[in-house]
């Protein structure tokens, strides 16, 4: 059993349907819901690098094949979510994922397909990062999912100043 934090809701309906997790040693985990009964939400929950979970929310990647082609052995978990607690519980083979566990075939994140036309949530950063180190610079907004070439216009005028 792992024990795992909420890092984001990617998709909610009525309880969130794909998310994304953390364990202690900050492996990255998607987690797609399959199952609910009144008091536990059931997940298939997958380990996925950094890399492929950022192509995954940029559209690049459908959701079923990150679940049928994990990047390494061993990646597939059960996910229990209870009122305050979501844990990977049980090592999963790929021989005991069924259909009924897995996405469709052909959905891709799409950040801008919000329900209800609902406004994005906003959070206000204040980095403070060197200027003369425009590498880490560019990695920090990279991953925060922001379009990094508008902003390193804004840095070269800045720096050139």
């Known amino acids: 059993m792992r024990k ?22 900050g492996t ?3 987690c797609t819901m399959f199952r609910q009964t009144d008091e536990i939400y059931l997940y298939l929950g997958v380990q996925i690098s950094e890399a492929r979970l950022m192509a995954f929310i940029g559209g690049q990647l ?11 052995d061993n990646a597939l978990y059960l996910v229990e979510a209870r009122q ?17 566990m897995l996405p469709e075939t052909g959905y891709f ?11 994005p949530a906003t959070d206000t950063y204040q980095l403070e990062v060197p200027a003369h180190d ?8 990279s991953r925060m999912g922001w379009h990094a070439s508008a ?3 804004t840095i070269r005028k800045v720096a050139a100043l």
Request: charged share 30%.
């Open 151 to 153: 902003l390193r216009k």
């Open 84 to 100: 305050e607690s979501l844990e990977a519980k049980t090592l999963l083979q790929p021989q005991e994922i069924v259909e009924e």
């Open 28 to 30: 990255n985990y998607l």
């Open 4 to 25: 795992l934090t909420l890092i984001y809701i990617l998709e909610y309906y009525d309880v969130p349907q794909i998310l994304t997790a953390k364990d202690a040693t």
């Open 62 to 72: 459908d959701l079923r094949n990150i679940y049928l082609y994990p990047e390494v």
């Open 134 to 141: 425009r590498d880490t610079f560019s990695t920090l907004i």
């Open 109 to 119: 994140y799409d950040a801008n397909d919000l329900a209800d036309d609902a406004a």
